[in-house]
């Protein structure tokens, strides 16, 4: 008996090993149901987002929308529409100011306060303020048109969200109109998109797209695409706004003038003086041709006679000489008298930077007909 209960079990040994001993053991490696549950939530976000970013690439031109608050310290919406193409029209909130912008043709012009343009260190900064300026990104603390393209926005913002904790748990919330969002944040901020199909961005923090001067624009840039009707309005608007632009300042060239000869001739008993100064222009950075206007200012005294002043206007080639005149007259207490006159003239310089209007309208057409506008 003993030798064939050990035969038995040889032979249910060696069973068990040709069948593979398919046997269940406590303690086995698996996912629990709560975690299955954060992996699929995890999912479900990480799909979100990309097919909300997907549709921010995709989309012809969009709509930027922060808030300041205007000199009364009520809140204002700004806008700012942009297409894929760089061609943008609207304002941007620069630390807490409305910077009015125009992209087209691949310029820039701003048109910004006297304070703003002093900070950026041009001397020009009083006259700046009056009108719209040709420039670069340079004076912009951040490059928006290019950050801010539907395209390039969508990219940097996957970037960003590609560098966050891919293990935190999504965090849904509500807006004020009842949409339901993922919060998806980092220390820069928070990309919002919608949790319901089709998912779009709804807003993110432009420090994601600019670290270094994304800041100055606000913590919250909203975002909506543009098509249809509001996609032709914005070429409209553009057009509008080219034809407004007029010959805008322009900051990219350098200009000093100064004054190489001065004469003055007062007619006798009569008290009318003239100046005729000669401005000479130095410039550098202008489009070859583009006028500079000199403006002259010379202030006439003399004992007796008090002051006055006058002034002159005239556009010059750049890098030549001028000659201009401007005359004042003195009323003479006494027509038998002598009377010594000094003028002091001074002048200034201001390249305006030339704009074909009819030729940048035609190139717009043309880019909005390919966006379906």
């Known amino acids: 008996m003993p030798a064939r209960r050990l035969r038995i079990g040889a032979v249910a040994v060696l069973c068990c090993l040709v069948a593979g001993c398919d046997v269940a053991i406590d303690g086995a490696a698996g996912i629990s149901s709560a975690e299955q549950q954060r992996v699929d939530r995890r999912t479900e976000q ?29 809140p204002a919406e700004l806008l700012f529409r942009i297409t894929r193409n760089g061609s943008a029209y609207g ?35 009083d006259q700046y303020g009056t009108n719209w300026v040709r420039t670069d990104s340079t004076d912009l603390p951040v490059n928006a048109v290019e950050v801010l393209n ?16 891919p293990l935190t748990d999504p965090v849904r919330s509500k807006l004020p109109d009842g949409t339901e969002v993922y919060d998806v944040g980092s220390g820069l901020g928070t990309l919002r998109v919608t949790t319901a199909a089709p998912h779009r961005v709804v807003s993110f923090a432009p420090s994601l797209v600019d670290a270094a001067g994304g800041k100055t624009l606000g913590a919250e840039m909203r975002v909506e695409p543009l098509t249809g009707d509001a996609l032709k309005k914005l070429q409209t608007d553009l057009d509008g706004a080219i034809g407004g632009v007029g010959q805008p300042f322009d900051a990219l060239a350098q200009v000093s003038v100064s004054v190489v000869n001065d004469k003055l001739d007062c007619t006798d008993f009569v008290g009318t003086c003239r ?49 201009m005149t401007c005359e004042v007259k003195f009323r003479l207490p006494n027509r038998n008298a002598s009377y010594q006159v000094q003028a002091k003239p001074a002048a200034r310089g201001e390249v305006r930077a030339p704009v074909d209007v009819n030729g940048v309208r035609e190139k717009l057409k043309s880019e909005f007909a390919t966006l379906g506008g």
């Not at 799909?47 to 300041?68: D, F, H, N, R």
């Not at 041709?289 to 006055?308: D, I, K, N, Y």
């Open 46 to 74: 990480r799909g979100a987002v990309e097919s909300a970013l997907k549709a921010l690439e995709q989309a012809p031109a969009v709509i930027y929308k922060s808030t300041i608050k205007d000199a009364a310290g009520k």
């Open 91 to 125: 304002a941007l909130p620069v630390d807490g100011q409305a910077i009015q912008v125009i992209s087209a043709d691949k310029q820039l012009y701003l048109s910004a306060t006297p304070e703003y343009w002093k900070a950026h260190g041009l001397g020009n900064s």
């Open 150 to 165: 539907p395209r390039k926005a969508a990219s940097t913002l996957r970037t960003a969200v590609s560098a966050m904790n």
């Open 275 to 323: 100046a005729t100064i000669d401005v000479a222009n130095t410039v550098i950075g202008s489009v070859s041709g583009t006028p500079v206007r000199l403006a002259l200012t010379v202030e006439f005294s003399a004992q007796s006679l008090g002051a006055q002043t006058c002034t002159a206007d005239a556009n010059a080639a750049p890098d030549t000489t001028t000659s």
